[in-house]
């Protein structure tokens, strides 16, 4: 069964600080890593995908990476901003188990 | 706006009532999914359908039933709820397995049982 695992579970960082979310996950027998973020009492919103055979993606501010073998993405967020406050949820899909989700890192950024 | 659309957005029941909830896309995708999210435990699959025609049980099928009425809409029904169900209720499509768009999310359907 796949598991992923997000840390750190919160963080809170000033204003203008670049940071890295982390995700791991226990099999590598993926088609694709997803980041979504979602706001409180909202749905999901995705942000970037990374397909197996990729090791990057970047859309402004943000990159995702992926290493398949050892089992990690990390997405990073430069020049972060109080509009980034959000939880972000990392998903791996493979064919058993479809879409399975981290529990989300909480971001605060603070003015 | 293309996407995934689901009602109700907020439903309270009582225990042993029953409700279905409802989900449409209009992106043409082949998969559709029903996730429910709690706190502590994320965002968990409940059923899905691959494709037209066919269902398949996710991780916490236990006390719900899918219907893939066409192409376009996937229900989940509730025949007895109870207070574990209380949850937030998302559908999701994506075109196929592996696609290289991902998942799309609907906003959510807001449960509380009673």
């Known amino acids: 069964k796949q598991e992923v695992t997000q840390i750190p579970a919160a963080l809170s960082v000033p204003e203008g600080e670049n940071l890295v979310l982390n995700c791991s996950f226990t099999d590598s027998a993926i088609y694709n890593l997803q980041w979504f973020r979602q706001d409180p009492g909202k749905g999901l919103t995705s942000l970037l995908l990374?397909?197996?055979?990729?090791r990057e993606q970047t859309s402004g501010r943000l990159n995702a990476s992926l290493d398949k073998s050892s089992g990690r993405s990390t997405l990073y967020i430069a020049a972060s901003q109080p509009g980034d406050s959000a939880t972000y949820l990392c998903a791996v899909e493979t064919s058993g188990s479809r879409l399975t989700f981290g529990e989300g890192t909480q971001l605060t950024v603070n003015p | 706006n293309a996407g995934v659309t689901q009602t109700p957005k907020f439903q309270v029941l009582k225990t042993g009532q029953s409700m279905t909830l409802q989900c449409a896309q209009d992106?043409?995708?082949?998969?559709m999914y029903w996730y429910r999210q709690d706190p502590g435990m994320g965002l968990r699959l409940i059923y899905y359908s691959a494709s037209e025609g066919t269902t398949d049980k996710g991780e916490v099928p236990n006390g719900y039933n899918v219907s893939r009425l066409n192409k376009r809409e996937f229900s989940l029904r509730l025949e007895s709820a109870a207070p574990s169900q209380t949850s937030v209720y998302f559908c999701?499509?994506?075109?196929?397995?592996?696609?290289?768009?991902?998942?799309?999310f609907g906003s959510g359907t807001r449960l509380t049982v009673v």
């Open positions: 999701a499509s994506s075109e196929a397995l592996g696609s290289i768009y991902g998942y799309t």
């Open positions: 990374i397909q197996s055979s990729q």
């Open positions: 992106m043409n995708h082949n998969s």
